[in-house]
């Protein structure tokens, strides 16, 4: 399948998401006022508040895990094809909504039992920072790894010079 | 000590503010063409457009209104640092190679000159510097303000000053910037930039420190308090909830790529830093 089709359909998909979460859930994300703070927001019931929208959210989140590695392969294949990023992309991917789907798990048990607590944070606040937060680093290693092969080889930049200079000559600018 | 320290916080304001203007003036030394005045010259290095890159990002909307939106709504203002790395590798994969082999071929000063070379349209040169202007007008008066309420804060501590407007403040930042912006261009808009990002490290370093001494049982001891008060606000979707926190994300994975504030120090990058070989 093409890949600009493949980002069609996740941007569609976001879109409809977005548009269910807007038009067919109900309102149940509201947030209240702190009593005694009245510049502070509370959460309110987190079990309540999570029932109707936790498919939805998990989904939403899931396409745009896919929405960026779509986008990310996009920008490192070289003739049509991710060479030797596309399995470290996959593994990526695979992590990525591994971590995501771990938190929500969490997130589960938060619910139940809340003082549960790993490196100073509730379960799910950790996953979220030790663990989402640095995943996409790996991408970022990816990307200056495979810089010269995939994005910018120097031939690309002398290539792109030597057209430069040649229509600057046929324009007279040289 | 903690009588002088509204006076210490002032010298420390005025510091800052003298060394922004003397950056101005070096930058003008350094500044004699066109060239100079959008483009450095194209002579930023990788580190200098790394830390400008990431004090802009940050900037006054992420330093001074960060802890304000962590203390409203808890950890859903987190899913916007979140970004930080997705963001920015999309913006590195999808537009760096483009903008800089554009920039080999037609030599473009600023973005509204690449998009004209690239489409060939003077129209889209318009549309171009109309949406620049347009998002820098929101960004900038968010740096002032946040510059101004800083200024207001440290004053309104030192006893000598007192009450201070916030037009007043407004009006002194405005100087400030416009000066070191007008004299130096993008040199001076850079390197103050890398004065900032270093003042940032150092500054967020220390109230790191600073807060978790202040707290007994460090974090664990403020994630207890939170969780006895509201424990979503401690959760990881805080307490906007779930869709609001991943709807952000959304928004900045993408928006990370297009903040018309950052186009300086990424003009800056992609001419010089991400992609000269």
Partial sequence: MRLSLVLLGLVVAAALLLLAAVFVVPATEQVVVHPDHPTLLRGADGAARIAPVALLGAAFGLVQIGFFGACFALGMRRRGSLGPVARPLWIGLALYAGVFLALLAAYRVFLDDPARLLLGFPLPTAVMLYALWPVPLWFLWLYLRHFDEQVLAPEDVERVRRIAREVAAEEGRE | ?277
Avoid: N
């Fill in chain 2, 1 to 277: 000590m903690e009588a002088q320290r509204g006076t210490i916080a002032l010298v420390l304001v005025v510091a800052y503010g003298a060394a922004c203007l003397a950056v101005g003036l070096w930058a003008l030394r350094r500044t004699r063409t066109p060239r100079d005045f959008f483009m450095a010259g194209r002579s930023l290095g990788v580190v200098v457009s790394s830390v400008a890159i990431f004090s802009t990002t940050l900037s006054g909307f992420g330093f001074v209104g960060g802890p304000g939106l962590v203390y409203r709504m808890g950890l859903s203002s987190v899913w916007l640092v979140l970004t930080a790395v997705t963001g920015y590798v999309l913006t590195f994969v999808l537009l760096a190679k483009r903008l800089r082999l554009l920039a080999e071929a037609r030599d473009p000063v600023s973005l509204p000159d690449a998009v004209a070379a690239r489409y060939g349209s003077e129209t889209s040169r318009l549309w171009t510097a109309l949406a620049i202007l347009l998002g820098v007008l929101g960004y900038l008066a968010t740096q002032i303000l946040a510059m101004a309420t800083v200024l207001r804060d440290v004053l309104a501590d030192v006893p000598a000053i007192g009450e201070v407007g916030l037009v007043a403040c407004v009006v002194v930042s405005c100087a400030v910037l416009a000066f070191y912006c007008v004299t130096g261009g993008i040199v001076a808009s850079v390197y103050t930039d890398v004065f900032q990002g270093a003042i940032m490290v150092v500054a967020a370093v220390l109230v790191f420190l600073s807060a978790q001494a202040s707290v007994d049982g460090g974090f664990t001891g403020m994630s207890l308090t939170l969780l006895a008060d509201d424990p979503e606000s401690i959760g990881p979707w805080g307490s906007l909830g779930m869709l609001a926190c991943l709807s952000w994300y959304f928004r900045f994975l993408l928006g990370t790529s297009g903040p018309q504030g950052e186009r300086h120090a990424g003009e800056a990058a992609v001419h010089r830093g991400l992609g000269r070989q």
